[in-house]
């Protein structure tokens, strides 16, 4: 059986199997160099010889930032025990000069306060006169005595919880 075909529907066919193949062509050539780019990248992921892979370097950068967390972690947990313990601590401390006796001049008794954040601690205060000074210890529970205070002592002790603005 033969066929008959026409010339002009043949070299239409071969125009078009000769443009199909060019585009074939043209595509397998942007194929090989999108490969050639990944095979490039992919060698930068994988590291050549001498250099760290990708892969590697983020992994050990996260194992990294992982153990800089957990350090954080332990310091914010210190801070907060060293804020417990220095809360307990003496850091409230004022003193208030003053005459004791009208006769007396030069501001030589004093009173001081010596408290932590809670208001406890202590007040001492010295009284002198002419011949004689007299010393005293009052403890403070909460900016209260259970001793009687002088007004320069509950004056000292408002100094040393909240500064002398406030009184």
Do not use: C
Request: no cysteine; hydrophobic share 45%; proline share 2%.
């Amino acid at each position: 059986m033969t066929l008959d075909l026409d010339p002009t529907v043949v070299a239409w066919l071969a125009l078009t199997a000769a443009v199909v193949a060019g585009l074939a062509l043209l595509l397998a050539a942007v194929a090989l160099v999108r490969l050639r780019r990944m095979r490039r990248h992919y060698g930068v992921l994988q590291g050549d010889d001498d250099t760290e892979s990708f892969v590697r370097a983020v992994s050990r950068k996260t194992a990294e930032v992982e153990r800089l967390r957990a350090d954080v972690e332990r310091a914010r947990g210190q801070v907060e025990s060293m804020r417990v313990d220095l809360a307990d601590a003496i850091r409230h401390v004022a003193v208030v000069r003053y005459d004791a006796f009208n006769d007396m001049g030069g501001r030589m008794s004093f009173s001081a306060a010596l408290l932590d954040d809670a208001g406890d601690g202590l007040v001492v205060s010295s009284i002198n006169g002419r011949t004689e000074t007299r010393t005293y210890a009052k403890g403070v529970k909460a900016g209260v005595s259970d001793a009687v205070l002088s007004p320069e002592e509950e004056q000292v002790i408002g100094y040393a919880q909240h500064g002398p603005s406030s009184n």
